[in-house]
């Protein structure tokens, strides 16, 4: 036999030993349902569109906080564990990004670290609004929601140079 039917009948026999062998596989996992990605599909562009239902207000924010942030963050947002998220010395969320809608949709996503995704709506509208009347962007009494949120001006809305220019 020469060299290349050989190698043809080695290759062969491979391929066909492995069908063989991922037939046998345990089969882990399974399907993913368009209700699974539903519960991941959850981001809020810059404009708001994404928002969900819900409110919240600064007040209600700052008990959330206490409770649920205050561990990672420090009193007041000044700086724990965690970056803070109330300075004018130092970059923080509140000075550096430039949509408020990103703060709402990395807090419902990802916060507590510990328990991501595990806040309410309200809950993340409060929280979201705390941190901005604590950064003086908002007013104490100002309501956020699906139509106030993405009309708050960040300090640095102008200033931000994206990594991704082409994204924007």
């Not at 080695?10 to 345990?26: K, M, T, Y």
């Not at 994404?50 to 007040?59: V, W």
């Not at 507590?112 to 908002?138: C, G, H, M, R």
Request: glycine share 8%; with cysteine.
């Amino acid at each position: 036999m020469s060299m290349c039917k050989s190698l043809a009948v080695v290759v062969s026999f491979g391929l066909v030993l492995s069908a063989a062998v991922a037939a046998e596989q345990p089969g882990l996992g399974k399907p993913v349902t368009e209700a699974d990605l539903a519960l991941w599909d959850i981001s809020v562009g810059p404009d708001g569109a994404g928002l969900p239902p819900g409110s919240g207000t600064p007040a209600q924010g700052a008990a959330i906080f206490a409770q649920k942030c205050e561990l990672c963050h420090g009193p007041e947002g000044k700086g724990g564990r965690n970056a803070a998220l109330n300075s004018t010395t130092e970059r923080t969320v509140a000075n550096y990004v430039p949509t408020a809608t990103t703060i709402f949709d990395y807090t419902r996503r990802a916060m507590p670290w510990q328990q991501p995704k595990s806040l309410t709506n309200d809950e993340v509208y409060a929280l979201t609004a705390y941190i901005f009347a604590l950064n003086k962007i908002i007013g104490e009494n100002e309501v956020m929601n699906a139509e106030t949120l993405p009309k708050v001006k960040m300090p640095n809305r102008d200033g931000f140079v994206s990594k991704y220019p082409e994204k924007h």
